[in-house]
């Protein structure tokens, strides 16, 4: 009988499949977030000549200004000047992440409206252009927390594993020190002294979710490395890394993957969690975290709160799909 493949086993489960379609689609939708939300033209035409703002940064005196300093789109003498002698392509959104709308006529945080979809915050930048850059960060963060957590966490517990004795003893021991020591306070006590960025609050992240994926895979380890093949490796003098990396680990990855998009939603989560209490990244970044915040502080404005209560349940659900797919497909008790 044809072995059905992982990929078809995984098709049959519909919802796990659209789940990966859809959040597949919204990544590569946030992906090419300038394109889709910017308050500089996509293209342009000035006096016969074709510029591409979104790509290269051009000054006033490129379209009749004043200054030698970046263009500013949103400036009415330059709008004018060059409806006067070309013309301009905006995006679907015409507002980046971080542009404040100062032709508003209401207060902010404004209702949403034709020209903000989902209605604006506090400071008033647009809703939906915040959420997109917002997905973008908040996964690629997510992504590459992971990725070198788990393969931290897949080192430590290999060794763990198939030494065992006072190896696994000792690294037993650390992890429980290690485990224990109180995260947030170091997050407080790291973002009294610096401003985090992206790469500073990943260090830190990283200090402590490598732990995650030990305990599946010293399991694992522990499991396979009494099996006759791994004595038959032993005997003929194939070196431990070696059956490690060859013969053990290739069983140990089955486990570890289906935790993946589990990791995933826990690292989006945590993102989010210390943008909202002040110890994340800096008001620079586009965060989800900030419209967590600003959705508590303006209970006034509901649309602040569905928006990111929405944007937020449909990631995680998603993700949570995903793994509840690869774990089934994967699980060997069940059959193809």
């Known amino acids: 009988m044809i072995k059905v493949s992982l990929l078809h086993k995984f098709s049959k489960n519909r919802r796990a499949y659209w789940a990966l379609v859809l959040f597949a689609f919204i990544f590569v939708l946030s992906l090419f977030s300038e ?3 910017n308050d500089k033209p996509l293209i342009l035409k000035y006096k016969n000549n074709f510029y591409f703002p979104v790509f290269h940064t051009y000054t006033d005196l490129d379209f009749g200004g004043d200054f030698p300093t970046p263009a500013d789109y949103q400036d009415p003498l330059i709008t004018q000047n060059i409806k006067q002698n070309g013309w301009a392509i905006y995006p679907i959104i015409p507002l980046s992440f971080n542009t404040v709308d100062y032709n508003l006529h209401v207060p902010t945080p404004s209702a949403p409206s034709a020209r ?9 930048r647009d809703v939906l252009a915040r959420i997109l850059y917002g997905i973008r960060l908040s996964v690629v963060f997510a992504a590459i927390l992971t990725l070198l957590s788990s393969v931290i966490g897949i080192i430590a517990g290999a060794v763990q594993g198939y030494f065992g004795g006072k190896v696994d003893l000792f690294m037993q021991r650390f992890l429980e020190i290690w485990d224990s020591m109180p995260q947030l306070f170091v997050l407080i006590i790291v973002a009294s002294i610096f401003e985090p960025s992206f790469l500073t609050l990943l260090v830190i992240m990283l200090l402590f979710s490598w732990t995650g994926l030990i305990g599946v895979v010293r399991a694992e380890f522990l499991r396979v490395r009494n099996f006759e093949f791994v004595k038959a490796a032993k005997a003929l003098g194939v070196s431990h890394w070696r059956i ?4 053990i680990l290739p069983n140990a990855l089955v486990a ?8 995933l939603s826990e690292a989006i989560v945590a993102l989010t969690a210390l943008d909202f209490l002040g110890l994340g990244l800096s008001q620079d970044y586009p965060s989800l975290g900030d419209l967590v915040r600003q959705g508590k502080d303006n209970l006034q404005a509901p649309w602040l709160g569905l928006s990111i209560f929405v944007t937020l349940s449909m990631l995680l659900t998603l993700l949570i799909f995903i793994g509840e797919g690869l774990r089934d497909v994967l699980d060997t008790r069940k059959s193809k």
């Open 256 to 263: 570890t993957v289906t935790f993946v998009p589990f990791l």
């Open 35 to 37: 394109l889709i939300a």
């Open 244 to 247: 490690m990396y060859r013969h």
């Open 116 to 124: 903000h979809w989902l209605g604006t915050d506090d400071e008033g």
